[in-house]
């Protein structure tokens, strides 16, 4: 059974305000010996989404991350990749 294990390794964010503009994301997959793994980022613009640096969890970057990609693609991709 593959199980994957999404973080958030780095967030930019402008100084001036707090906002953060990029989250850098990994997503690994792991089945038995076996894994996958992809690294990428989503940006956003300035203010949007709209809750400062200091007020945020790992749990809320994920969601808006999960709002800015395919999700289960992209778990199916890396279970396919452990099946190769």
């Known amino acids: 059974m593959t199980t994957?294990?999404?973080?958030i390794s780095q967030l930019d964010r402008e100084i001036s305000n707090g906002f953060v503009t990029t989250a850098h994301w990994q997503a690994t997959a792991v089945d038995g010996e076996y894994s996958a793994s992809i690294y990428n980022t989503c940006s956003w613009?300035?203010?949007t989404p709209a809750i400062p640096y200091e007020n945020l969890?790992?749990?809320t970057v994920l969601a808006w991350v999960w709002e800015s990609v395919d999700k289960a693609a992209i778990?199916?991709?890396l279970a396919a990749?452990?099946?190769l």
Do not use: K, L, M
Not at 4 to 7: A, F, R
């Open 4 to 7: 994957v294990n999404w973080t």
């Open 45 to 47: 613009s300035e203010g």
């Open 57 to 59: 969890t790992e749990a």
């Open 75 to 77: 778990e199916s991709a």
């Open 81 to 83: 990749q452990i099946a």
